[in-house]
């Protein structure tokens, strides 16, 4: 009854207003059978007309045996109230609503059709909210206060696992006989299967995340970002660890780079003029063929640079090249091993043979220190 009266105001109001909508819908000039909203709104309303016929029934059931159980209630009925509600809504003037419709019609909501059905849904929730109101009062009026009755605390760990108890375990045993063992069924532990679901939400996100939308890194894309940050960690590393070099942890050197910076460094000078410009021997020794007066290895190579062999006249090379500077030289000395240049002085010095089986003193190959470092000859 109570839909029914907010129907046949909101028809009767909008016939008081037809004048001033009719002048509106010739500025807007569209229809509201034009526009989804509209068939979405009608769908909406005979929802909540559906929705309503149900709350009435209830409203009526709990009402009419509220009514029999108190004769004498001083408050005001609720129905009385939706009807109050209702009159009050029947006395406002109707060129209010009208200018409520024209008011919604030039704000751009449509035509008359669309706003009609727009305030028929707006009713609707309405009178849906008065009724629920109304039937949550007389339930918590009707219900009865319940004795308190202490729960039974369970364990944590009960709780987890929903075990069934060994004395029990007759009720859930299977017919299922494995050379005298016997199973039983029981169900998954919640901690077990929660565990499962969680798993599933997660993958959700992380295929979305990861192959939908792309927007963290693969694994193999990782491992090659990774590597990139370690080859620049190393350079830098190198960068900084490349005056680090002494006469105990020098070694040959085999890139083009590091044997051309030392065949200028060789020439620029510093060994050419006591050893030609080709490494043959002048005052110095012969440093291409296999007689060493001071030692061959690598580290003995740069402890004779570094230090200098004063008694033979030859300086020290310390204070004025750095250190990655004599590992070049030395690397660039054995890279000239047994090519034999023209002029070449006599041998001289003991014959050094590399410890290390397979070394070629005829190329540059990488070498380690390979022999080690006699102190004594400083």
Known sequence: MALLA????????????????KAVEKVLKKSAYDQPAFYALCILAIVLLIYIRQLSKLFSSVVSNYVKKQKDNNNSSPTLMVLAMIGLFQLMPSTSHASAISGFLHEGFGSTAFNAIA????????????LTSIINTFL????????????????????LN?????????????????????????????WWKYGFYLTIVYSVFYLGYYHVFAAGP???????????????????????AANQVDETNVMFLSSESDI??????????????????????????????DYWLHGGAAGDVFYSIKY????????SWKNEITPSQMAQIVSYIHSIKGSNPPGAKEAQGELYAPKIEGDSLSNATVDTLDAPVDTTKK
């Not at 009026?141 to 009960?158: G, L, Q, S």
């Not at 029990?168 to 069924?185: C, P, Q, V």
């Not at 200098?308 to 300086?315: R, S, T």
Request: with cysteine; aromatic share 6%.
């Open 119 to 130: 305030i028929i849904v707006a009713f609707e929730l309405l009178v849906i909210v008065v």
């Open 218 to 240: 693969l694994q193999i894309q990782e491992l090659a970002i990774a590597e990139q940050k370690a080859e620049a960690a190393m350079e830098e590393y190198l960068k900084n």
């Open 260 to 289: 051309a910076e030392g065949r200028k460094l060789f020439g620029d000078k510093t060994c050419i003029a006591c050893h030609g410009p080709q490494g043959g021997g002048g005052t110095g020794p012969n440093l291409t063929d």
């Open 140 to 159: 918590k009026k009707k219900k009865a206060v319940e004795p308190y009755v202490a729960k039974k605390t369970v364990p944590i760990w009960d709780k």
């Open 308 to 315: 200098g062999i004063p008694e033979k006249g030859m300086k």
């Open 6 to 21: 907010f129907l046949l105001l909101a028809g009767n109001n909008i016939l008081f207003a037809q004048e001033e909508v």
């Open 162 to 190: 929903k075990s069934v108890s060994i004395e029990k375990e007759d009720a859930i045993m299977t017919d299922h006989d494995y050379d005298g063992i016997r199973e039983l069924d029981n169900n998954l532990p919640p």
